[in-house]
């Protein structure tokens, strides 16, 4: 045995422990309750290919971007659906580009819907959410959960999804569908008709994949009733 060898072997081991005890732990999202499909195991991934319903997929998770902090699930996914459907943008500074970001959305107008101190705290409520979208060139539409069957609910996402000029965002509650905890948004981007699941794009991309979920239960989920608006949570679609 070597000089070399005899100092390797000796070594070696103490070497691999401290490694692995330095390493950083890997990105770690929360598990899935039964009932819901993550996009990133096999079965998610089959139902996007097999999916009827995708043309909102791909201009969606092209501005994929994750909420900036606890309260800016709406802010994020406005900012998604204003790049993808690809109206004038202010300034984003940092790359001296014009594209939406969660910080040069806000303005006067979007000020005068809800402040952005606001949004800080508390979120938004849905028709805040619409409200901050009909600040811009778009076409609005807010539907309430409760207003709309679990069959109108279907068909109306159903046919967005199938147009890519239009984009359907999501309020639901997170513990209706199994998932920790409380009022969320998001866009959706897919339907797939033979298991009737669509997939939702969540925005806090550390806390839970895009995920596929069942109709009846994402309905479900938009007919709660929302403790800051006492109304129920629902869709809002946005068009050019
Ligand atoms: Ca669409």
Redesign the pocket.
């Given at each position: 045995m070597t000089l070399f060898h005899r100092f390797w072997y000796g070594c070696s081991l103490s070497s691999f422990v401290m490694l692995v005890s330095a390493l950083p732990l890997q990105a770690q999202t929360l598990p899935l309750s039964e009932g819901l499909t993550s996009l990133l195991s096999p079965e998610g991934e089959a139902l996007l290919q097999g999916s009827e319903a995708q043309?909102?997929y791909f201009p969606l998770t092209s501005h994929f971007v994750t909420q900036d902090n606890q309260a800016f699930c709406g802010v994020a996914s406005i900012v998604m659906v204003l790049n993808a459907i690809g109206i004038p943008a202010p300034e984003a500074t940092t790359w001296s580009r014009q594209y939406f970001t969660q910080s040069n959305v806000f303005n006067e107008q979007t000020e005068a819907v809800i402040p952005q101190t606001v949004i800080a705290r508390q979120g938004l409520t849905l028709a805040e959410l619409g409200g901050i979208l009909a600040s811009y060139p778009v076409e609005v539409e807010v539907l309430h959960g409760g207003d709309i069957s679990v069959t109108e609910f279907r068909q109306t996402v159903v046919e967005?999804?199938a147009?890519?000029?239009?984009?359907v965002l999501i309020n639901y509650l997170r513990r209706a569908i199994g998932q920790e905890r409380g009022g969320h948004i998001s866009p959706i981007a897919a339907y797939d008709a033979d298991t009737d699941q669509f997939l939702i794009l969540d925005v806090s991309r550390y806390k839970y994949p895009p995920v596929w979920v069942g109709t009846e239960a994402l309905w479900a989920a938009t007919n709660t009733v929302d403790g800051v608006s006492g109304k129920t949570r629902g869709i809002v679609l946005v068009s050019r």
């Open positions: 043309a909102d967005n999804l147009n890519r000029d239009n984009f």
